[in-house]
């Protein structure tokens, strides 16, 4: 495998990319969400939503989150758990133009859960309409750049508490490249690939 550049942006295709399986897409989902939670991926959107919601503090409705590119809905659910733990009420909206990766996200996720999943685009979608929050998180990295400005965009417009968005940008990290090289990705038989 030819070493990565990581001073620019890499144009490289993943695994759930191109067409698969339900079972492949769902099981490298799986799999990256483990990753996210060895590589702490989910701290610049839970410390950025910490912030926001003690902004909100003194509302009395529902904070509504949309995720855009939900995927498996990791993000979604742990969010779904913090705000449990902190009496926040919350909305929760999963976005994804997967729809085996919504079926994915459905199926990991609990029976009590409050969260709505949604397949389509959310430029359409009237659930993230009227948003409080988008979130894009390690999402961008499988967007060309004029639709991350598009996205940008749209998600500054959709996101009703004075423009909020966060989108954290997975980048891909030496650390995070070489425990996917040696395996740390799940062990074997893993449908995830990094090249």
């Known amino acids: 495998m ?5 001073s620019r942006r890499a144009e490289l295709e993943e695994l759930i990319d191109g067409p698969c399986s339900y079972e492949d897409l769902r099981d490298c989902l799986r799999d990256l969400s483990w990753v ?3 590589t702490l991926a989910y701290r610049p959107t839970m410390e950025w939503l910490e912030r926001v919601a003690d902004a909100q503090a003194s509302s009395s409705s529902a904070l509504r989150i949309v995720d855009v590119g939900c995927g498996y809905g990791d993000t979604l659910r742990r969010i779904e758990r913090w705000a449990k733990k902190r009496g926040l009420a919350v909305e929760l909206i999963g976005v994804d133009l997967n729809a085996n990766a919504v079926r994915a996200a459905r199926k990991a996720t609990s029976a009590g859960s409050a969260i709505v999943w949604v397949v389509g685009d959310a430029y359409s ?11 894009a998180s390690l999402v961008m990295h499988h967007m060309a750049e004029l639709e991350i400005v598009r ?16 989108t954290c940008i997975a980048r891909r990290f030496r650390t995070t490249c070489s425990a996917w090289r040696c395996g ?3 062990g074997s038989g893993s449908s995830v690939r990094m090249e």
Not at 129 to 134: G, H, K, S
Not at 151 to 166: C, I, K, P, R, Y
């Open 151 to 166: 996205f940008l965009a749209w998600a500054e417009h959709a996101a009703q508490l004075g423009g909020s968005s966060t």
């Open 125 to 135: 979608c009237a659930a993230a309409a009227d948003a409080d929050v988008v979130i």
């Open 2 to 6: 030819a070493e990565l550049d990581f």
């Open 184 to 186: 740390a990705h799940g």
């Open 36 to 38: 996210n939670r060895l």
